[in-house]
């Protein structure tokens, strides 16, 4: 039987996928959670071997290890990425300067696992919701820490609204 070279009306020939560039290859076996800042240059991993650790994208490059603690479940970049927050297994949130790894502020108020980390869209607060029912929230020029919410909830997430 001879092939066919019609081409049905409206379908066209197929053409090559382009070849996209991939960047560098980052190592999550150990990791529980991934964020990207809010400008695409930076990457925080978490996991089991505590954390965060920052990365620069486009080369690859870790820029900073927050030894903040073990087995960190959440992770927030400040809007300009100039912090990395993270939520604990334990309950403890910890902040860090993303260029040096540099500890900024730590609480244990949360007391239970993390579901919800996040910096408000003008970096003035950090929110924390935790599977107790708590909602927590820190000025981040002072750290200080208070307890904006309690109830009998299981939260399993969260977000500020963009006018913060």
């Known amino acids: 039987m001879a092939k066919s070279t019609k ?7 197929k053409k090559p996928v382009a070849k996209t560039k991939v960047g560098p290859r980052f190592d999550f076996k150990a990791s529980y959670g991934v964020v990207i800042s809010s400008d695409g240059a930076l990457l925080a991993t978490c996991g089991k071997t505590g954390g965060p650790t920052v990365w620069d994208i486009a080369s690859g490059r870790m820029l900073a290890k927050c030894d903040m603690f073990k087995h960190s479940s959440r992770l927030a970049f400040s809007p300009s990425g100039k912090f990395v927050a993270g939520f604990s297994t334990s ?3 910890s902040v860090c300067d993303a260029q040096t790894g540099v ?3 730590k609480s244990k108020a949360c007391q239970e696992e993390g579901s919800f980390i996040s910096f408000s869209p ?3 607060e950090l929110a924390a919701a935790n599977w107790g029912g708590e909602i927590w929230s820190w000025n981040t020029r002072t750290w200080k820490a208070k307890c904006v919410f309690e109830g009998d909830v299981n939260f399993q997430g969260g977000a500020f609204l963009p006018d913060g």
Do not use: C, P
């Not at 081409?7 to 020939?13: C, F, L």
């Open 91 to 93: 309950g403890e949130v």
């Open 103 to 105: 500890s900024v502020a």
């Open 7 to 13: 081409r049905s009306a409206g379908r066209s020939a």
């Open 122 to 124: 003008g970096g003035k």
